[in-house]
């Protein structure tokens, strides 16, 4: 039985999809934590909340004096931002009546494990539960670390080459090819975002091959994400990695954000040492939930 007071404040409470005037506001609240909503604000600067054009329903909720004080993207990912208890569960009852249309649930460990528990038995069983995924940041570049010369922007007559590399990465880290379902149209699509924008990053051997990738997945007013590292199997443990990623967070400082984020799984140990070595530091945790 929730308590009175508990209750009457939820009464109050409201929750509905964001439009348009809704912009300014919606971006006060992503703005508040521009490392752990980087995701969900670069979305929404680039597009606003138009669904067709952002892939998905900007939901907000509403607390009993009528500010707007959380968020959750439904789209392909399913995200939370700035989510308490009574939003978490509004969004859990919202997302139950609508139905699983995302294939992950991912945000800030401590809310997203709380739908997770609203939302397991029906959008049950996941595929994998990712429970502590340490969010990494920093506002320099690395003290210790020589960046590697050889790591630079991949140009557009590269797409074909680095592909291969990016759905290496992607199965590995997922557990499934990006290449199901529609045959890898989307993903290649947003693979040719990335090289079109400026924002992918490769060290080539000389016959052309890639050997560490690395993209600035999440842009923003106040922070980047770096996303997709990976280093061909056949050169790992020769600290590519760490150089590569010296060499893309230079990059990114001087020329797209002045904080750099990045979140990795708990268990990848060597990674997780890679990025403390070129000066990432630990800020948060995330959560994942894989359909």
Known sequence: ?????????????????????????????????????????????????????LGGEMWGWYDEHGELDALCYAGANLVLVN??????????ERARRQGRRCSSIVGPAEP???????????WGPAREVRGHQPLMATGAPSAEIVPDPLVRRVRRSEIETLMPACVAMFTEEVGVSPLAGDGGLLYQARVAE???????FARFTEDGQVVFKAE????TEGACQIQGVWVDPAHRGRGLSVTGMAAVLDIALREVAPVVSLYVNDYNLRARA??????????????????
């Open 83 to 92: 989510a308490g208890p009574q939003a978490v569960q509004a969004f859990a």
């Open 112 to 122: 997203t494990a709380a739908l997770w528990a609203l939302l397991e038995r029906s």
């Open 194 to 200: 990335l090289v079109s924008t400026g924002r992918s």
């Open 216 to 219: 600035i997945g999440a842009v």
């Open 1 to 53: 039985m929730l308590p009175s007071s508990f209750q009457a404040a939820r009464a109050l409470a409201t929750t509905r999809v964001l439009e348009a005037p809704d912009l300014e506001d919606t971006l006060a609240l992503l703005h508040r934590d521009p490392v752990a909503n980087a995701f969900v604000a670069t979305r929404v600067e680039a597009v606003g909340l138009d669904p067709w054009r």
């Open 274 to 291: 890679a990025y403390r070595r070129v000066g990432f530091r630990e800020v948060g945790a995330f959560m994942s939930v894989l359909f």
